[in-house]
């Protein structure tokens, strides 16, 4: 994940979903335009606007972006897994909630069946030190192997467009990108076995000072996430259900809100989600992932998780 650049002229749309626009309002920076991944969030955003939350998102290109726009002051709420920038800005923002796990998926063509099958085979991964850098870097230590050429090629969807037209034999993708070759095109490509990994691929954070001034309004977003994940987690098809068909997501093209309870399906199924909204096993197993992946430094042993996490909205939420 990069950090560095300017917040000028990169928001692609803005939303405002609050009832009343006021200084108390929650502006919540989305690291990409709304999608299906997304659904559940703003089912869980619907019902905190239903016990009082007011708040307006702004749709972001980049999460780094989404990242800075928190560090500016200009956003209150952001998605993303900012370890690096917090421990190396030691910047007052928390993480509050995970959002998803770090889920991804090897997909190769159909001579490999297995992960040690791909010693010495060149793979295409999104970029440079990033989450799927990362699990490369552990499916060579787990496995006893050493991938061949890395090359990069940001975006799962343009993976997939790249496996398809022969260019690589090896990939990571995520989820539903992993579903939508396997469906396709199953006679050409695997979904390689993947061994869990419970880090972070999304949480939601915020500057500690305003959390703190604003803790019943934070409470009421934690709580709407936390009961949404539990129910996700029971049963995926009350996404769909409970998706506004007037908002954001109810605007996407018919196909993407037809296959809801599909990708919500395999979602939780494939491990996506924590119903509990992580907390400490969560951020133990992000301090050790990051560092892992060379993000991070020191022992994540010894390191302390209230440097990263602000656990009071979730500690409430779980009451």
């Not at 770090?102 to 010495?120: A, H, I, Y």
């Not at 469906?183 to 959390?211: C, Y």
């Not at 301090?287 to 996490?309: F, H, I, K, R, S």
Request: no cysteine; aromatic share 10%.
């Amino acid at each position: 994940m990069n950090f560095s650049k300017t917040l000028a002229g990169f928001a692609l749309a803005a939303g405002l979903l609050a009832s009343t626009a006021n200084a108390e309002t929650i502006r919540i920076a989305l690291a990409e335009p709304p999608s299906d991944e997304l659904a559940a969030f703003f089912v869980a955003l619907d019902r905190a606007k239903a016990n009082g939350l007011d708040y307006e998102w702004t749709a972001f290109a980049e999460e780094e972006l989404a990242i800075q726009a928190v560090l500016s002051g200009d956003m209150d709420i952001a998605f993303g897994t900012p370890y690096a920038v917090m421990q190396r800005s030691k910047a007052p923002i928390r993480i509050i909630f995970q959002l998803s796990k770090l889920v991804f998926f090897p997909v190769t063509t159909k001579e490999f069946t297995t992960l040690k099958e791909l010693d010495g085979v060149p793979i295409m991964l999104h970029s440079r030190g990033g989450g799927t850098d990362s699990i490369a870097n552990v499916i060579e230590e787990r496995e006893g192997i050493k991938f061949g050429q890395r090359s990069y090629v940001p975006g799962s969807s343009n993976r997939v467009v790249a496996m398809l037209a022969d260019q690589a034999k090896a990939t990571i993708l995520d989820l539903s990108n992993r579903n939508k070759i396997i469906e396709e095109q199953g006679d050409r490509f695997n979904s390689l076995p993947m061994f869990e990994v419970k880090a972070s691929d999304e949480a939601l954070f915020g500057n500690l000072d305003w959390m703190q001034a604003h803790e019943k309004d934070v409470g009421i977003l934690v709580n709407a996430l936390h009961g949404v994940w539990g129910e996700m987690t029971a049963d995926p098809t009350m996404v769909a259900r409970e998706t506004d068909p007037a908002g954001p997501i109810g605007s996407l093209p018919p196909a993407v809100l037809g296959d809801l309870d599909a990708f919500y399906t395999a979602a939780v199924a494939g491990g996506l989600y924590d119903p509990h909204g992580g907390g400490r096993d969560a951020a133990r197993a992000d301090l050790e992932w990051y560092v892992g992946a060379g993000q991070m430094e020191g022992d994540p042993a010894t390191m302390n998780l209230e440097d990263y996490w602000y656990f009071a909205p979730l500690d409430a939420a779980k009451k």
